[in-house]
């Protein structure tokens, strides 16, 4: 072994008592080994090593993250939504769109109608299945008429057999507007259960009534029943010659019966 030179025994010794000292001290205040982490801006240094409970990552030095340390769990409830008053965004816009969009008054009944129907869905109320036609006679009916020449003319109806149409689903919903379209096979059961049901009720029980498919008639009386897709019966007055629906639609058709009677001597 090569013998250590003495003026490097003392270096040596110097070191070994140094190294000693400073695991000495940083056993006894860990804090002093590392400086603190540096804080985001506005906020305190900190040393994770001496916040007790800390991690073992954050013991070995690493970055106390601001979003370390917040509460998680469930949200607070959300407020209630209240969408009375609410102004429409289109109602800003003053200028037409461009083609082939529709046009501006379009535009805004049909923000106005989504509105109304989401409104509708956060309320609990679920709505019946529609078809095509009865879709657009719903668009109709909550546009309080404005477009009922629009949507004749998109389904090849008169104004007057619009606004008919218009009625027997404001009376009864989708199934009014299918029953009021146009006749539909009728079980012969149903039709003379109907018929034995509203004799009694019959200003002229001798005269015949008529049946044609989903439809009974007692021309006398100026009423007509006819059988809905969902088995009620929507009573029909004639109004001025033409049929016309009124309310009252029923499973019963005594009960119909009766609704259309009410109308024709309320409105003669």
């Given amino acids: 072994m090569t013998p250590i030179p003495p003026h490097r025994r003392a270096t040596t010794a110097t ?9 000495s001290a940083s056993a006894e205040h860990p804090s002093r080994t590392r400086p603190p982490v540096e804080a985001p801006e506005g906020g ?13 990552a954050e013991a070995a030095g690493a970055p106390v993250l601001p979003t370390q340390g917040v509460r998680t ?11 009375h008053g609410a102004v429409p965004v289109l109602d800003a816009v003053t200028a037409e769109p461009p083609a082939p969009l529709p046009e501006l008054a379009v535009l805004r009944a049909l923000v106005r109608d989504a509105a109304r129907r989401a409104a509708a ?10 078809d095509t036609v009865a879709d657009i006679v719903r668009f109709t009916v909550g546009a309080g008429g404005d477009h009922l020449e629009t ?11 619009m606004r008919h149409l218009t009625a027997a689903y404001h009376h009864g919903g989708p199934h009014g507007a299918a029953a009021c379209l146009s006749p539909r096979p009728a079980h012969p059961a149903a039709l003379a259960a109907a018929e034995a049901a509203i004799r009694p009720l019959r200003p002229s029980p ?9 439809r009974l008639t007692d021309p006398p009386a100026g009423v007509q029943l006819r059988h809905g897709p969902d088995g ?8 001025h010659g033409t049929w016309q629906p009124v309310a009252g639609p029923h499973g019963d058709p ?14 003669r």
């Fill in 15 to 23: 070191t070994v008592v140094s190294a000693t000292t400073v695991a």
């Fill in 44 to 56: 305190t240094a900190t040393d994770a090593r001496t916040v007790p409970g800390a991690t073992p």
């Fill in 73 to 83: 769990g469930a949200l607070p409830p959300l407020p209630p939504l209240d969408l």
């Fill in 121 to 130: 869905l956060l309320q609990g109320h679920v709505p019946e299945a529609h």
């Fill in 151 to 161: 949507a004749a003319a998109h389904l090849g109806l008169t104004p007057l057999r």
């Fill in 206 to 214: 001798g005269a015949p009534l008529e049946r044609h498919r989903d």
């Fill in 232 to 239: 009620r019966w929507y009573p029909y007055a004639d109004l």
């Fill in 254 to 267: 005594a009960r119909a019966y009766r609704a259309a009677r009410l109308a024709l001597r309320q409105r």
